[in-house]
T-cell receptor, first 111, second 109 residues
């Protein structure tokens, strides 16, 4: 199994632009999580899905952030418009019961 | 108050030392407990799950105290390769995985 696959690995964009991060979970995993990691705030849970349905989005910072999971093998996290304070590493993780696996992350820089 | 709290460190110890990390959680309904290791610029990786009876994996021992809502990780005979950030994590009944901010460990020769 290739594990959780995230793309792109790195993204540099200008303030105000739309950014879309992508995630392919491990086949057979029924839950998917989006996290954001910064030095100041650590690893924060943004949103998670169970069987493709958003369960808890209370961690999404504001309306500029949105996430979708159109099917069991794909999810996106979109930021529109992006701001410099969105610069962080964004991790996707998938799980089946108590087994959680993280992707390699997307390092986002908004200038 | 954060749901999961850890001492950020860093802990700077010599090779061969024993080092202990602590973590507290605020949700008494938390059900599952974990220690993750994160190397610089890498993703978190599961180190070990933590069970009520305590569990050991080689040089690593994890303990859970539900009454005090406290988790610990003990590393014996530390190696240079143990240098990393150690994150504790807990889940509730919905399997939502919440992390502490991590404790950084530096093992020096």
């Amino acid at each position: 199994d290739a594990g959780v696959i995230q793309s792109p690995r790195h993204e540099v964009t200008e303030m105000g632009q739309e950014v879309t991060l992508r995630c392919k979970p491990i086949s057979g995993h029924n839950s998917l999580f989006w996290y954001r990691q910064t030095m100041m705030r650590g690893l924060e849970l943004l949103i998670y899905f169970n069987n493709n349905v958003p369960i808890d989005d209370s961690g999404m910072p504001e309306d500029r952030f949105s996430a979708k999971m159109p099917n069991a093998s794909f999810s996106t996290l979109k930021i529109q418009p992006s701001e410099p304070r969105d610069s962080a590493v964004y991790f996707c993780a998938s799980s089946l019961t108590m087994s959680y696996t993280f992707g390699s992350g997307t390092r986002l820089t908004v200038v | 108050r954060k749901e999961v709290e850890q001492d950020p460190g860093p802990f700077n110890v010599p090779e061969g030392a024993t080092v202990a990390f602590n973590c507290t959680y605020s949700n008494s309904a938390s059900q599952s407990f974990f220690w993750y290791r994160q190397d610089c610029r890498k993703e978190p990786k599961l180190l070990m799950s933590v069970y009520s009876s305590g569990n050991e994996d080689g040089r690593f021992t994890a303990q859970l105290n539900r009454a005090s809502q406290y988790i610990s990780l003990l590393i014996r005979d530390s190696k240079l390769s143990d240098s990393a950030t150690y994150l504790c994590a807990v889940t509730d009944s919905s399997y939502k995985l919440i992390f502490g901010s991590g404790t950084r460990l530096l093992v020096r020769p």
